[in-house]
């Protein structure tokens, strides 16, 4: 695993060059969601792919940017999940935005993940990797190399509301879930871009981040393997929860497709709790 990390940094300093230094605009090619793909996203792509090219352990790769899976060594043991660039509508208003990796061991399944890691790229390049039975790591970027800052765990209660989707296609219950945690005193803070808004939770000490189905998205807008189930293991290995709407855990997803998306709930413990009283999910 820890060559797929080291890898992962390596990447991380690439695509921050690519984001500082490449056109802003689209490709002339869509992705397996339908979504223009900017060649941000396309070269993003390309750097991850080229790197684990190298890799012999990883046996194959599937990316938000790819249809289908790409194989690429028989006997490797991981498939690595990821979305090259997430948020990259963001980029051209310098907002942050980031990338996602889950690492699957056999069937594409959130309980056969083993680890995940992101990459934010903001003011600073920061990462967060995740294996099983410990703490996430948090780590910043100097001149090139990594530096570990602190494992990372979530207060029982915190004070960010991060609500996604277009407010429009709310059901009711899920408008009173929000707003009421606002009327608690909970903050607004969303940015648009899932990697930095669930970041600013983790390391704020808590909060929740929803991405709920709407009428225009029955199945949310977030993609399970390489978006929902990595943060759902850093969530749950930081003390926290991740639910779909249904009161399922995210970590026990098992799509069918590999751009599948879900309904989303990340969150510390009391924001999780309130979820489950508006959505009357089962304890
Ligand atoms: P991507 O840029 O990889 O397509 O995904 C962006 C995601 C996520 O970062 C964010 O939370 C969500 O899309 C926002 O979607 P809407 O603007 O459609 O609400
Ligand atoms: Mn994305
Ligand atoms: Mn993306």
New binding site residues.
Partial sequence: MLTIFETIKHIAIKIDHEIKTEDLGYSDSSNSSG?DQLKLDVKSDYIIEEAFKNISIVKSLVS?EKEGVLELHENGKYTICY?P?????LADVNLSVGSIFGIYQGELKGENLVASAYVVYGPRIELVTAIKGSKPKHYRAQEGLFNFIDEITLDEKGNINAP???QQNWCEYHKTFVDDLFSEGYRLRYS????P?LHQILLKGGGIFS?PATSDKPYG??RQLFEVIPFAFIYEQAGGQALNDKGMRLMELEPSHPHDTSPCFLGSNYEITQLRDAYGMKN
Avoid: F, Q
């Fill in positions: 979504e938000e979305d660039l997430d948020g990259s509508s996604g989707g277009t648009g871009g899932m990697v808004d991405y807008k977030l």
